[in-house]
């Protein structure tokens, strides 16, 4: 069964610069794994913030970006806000095989 | 503006069949792939499947003998069916709007959820 792995945690302090990262145990992510990122804060349902590696919603603030980097998705925050504070999700493609969310991170600023 | 609203028993018993329908307003069913996802009580999120407006389907392999995911073009609905429940399917039950292009995959907008628990 396809696992895909992300930080369980980290923290990062208001202003400061975080990257999460989202890994297959298939192998390297590529373009073709469609890397998705989501935010959820508590009590609410995810919130789409980046698609197909690197694209952003209209919504998707500034500070956020998505790539590929050392063989995985990537997720950067730069200039943190404390509102940034929640869990993120990655979500990869396996074409016939469906999609595969990573186990989240739980993302603190402090 | 596209809105998915998830509804259904809150409360299923152990063995019987969950079944959700997401009504879609906003947007025409007939253009897009429509996905299911849950998440337990305080865990992540689990892909369950998504259906085209066609009827082709591509379901999680874990899940793939208890569930059927189908349309309704004419109510502009999204249904779930999972069958023989236990209480490890106690969750947070989610639609999703799917979105293919040659060079995209999008998940959005999502339902606000519906918690669906399973008693014995």
């Known amino acids: 069964q396809t696992v895909v792995t992300q930080e369980p945690s980290l923290t990062v302090s208001p202003g400061g610069t975080v990257t999460l990262t989202c890994a297959s145990s298939?192998?390297?992510?590529?373009?073709?794994?469609?890397p998705n990122w989501f935010q959820q804060k508590p009590g609410q349902a995810p919130r789409a913030l980046i698609y197909?590696?690197?694209n952003k919603y209209s919504w998707t603030p500034a500070r956020f970006s998505g790539s590929l980097l050392g063989g995985k998705a990537a997720l950067t925050l730069s200039g943190v806000q404390p509102e940034d504070e929640a869990d993120y999700y990655c979500?990869?493609?396996?074409?016939?095989?469906?999609?595969?969310f990573g186990g989240g991170t739980k993302l603190t600023v402090l | 503006q596209v809105r998915l609203q998830e509804s259904g028993p809150g409360l299923v018993k152990s063995s019987e069949t969950l079944s959700l329908t997401c009504t879609v307003s906003?947007?025409?069913?007939?253009?897009?792939?429509w996905s299911w996802i849950r998440q337990p009580p305080g865990k992540g999120l689990e892909w369950i499947g998504y259906?085209?407006?066609?009827?082709?389907?591509n379901y999680n392999p874990s899940l793939n003998s208890r569930v059927t995911i189908s349309v309704d073009t004419s109510k502009n609905q999204v249904s779930l069916r999972l069958n023989s429940v236990t209480a490890a399917d106690t969750a947070i039950y989610y639609c999703?709007?799917?979105?293919?292009?040659?060079?995209?995959?999008?998940?959005?907008?999502w339902g606000q959820g519906t918690l669906v628990t399973v008693s014995s």
């Open positions: 197909s590696t690197t």
């Open positions: 298939t192998g390297a992510v590529t373009s073709n794994y469609q």
């Open positions: 259906t085209f407006y066609s009827g082709s389907t």
């Open positions: 906003g947007d025409s069913i007939s253009s897009y792939f």
């Open positions: 999703a709007r799917v979105g293919v292009d040659s060079n995209h995959l999008w998940f959005d907008p």
């Open positions: 979500l990869l493609y396996y074409g016939g095989n469906g999609v595969v």
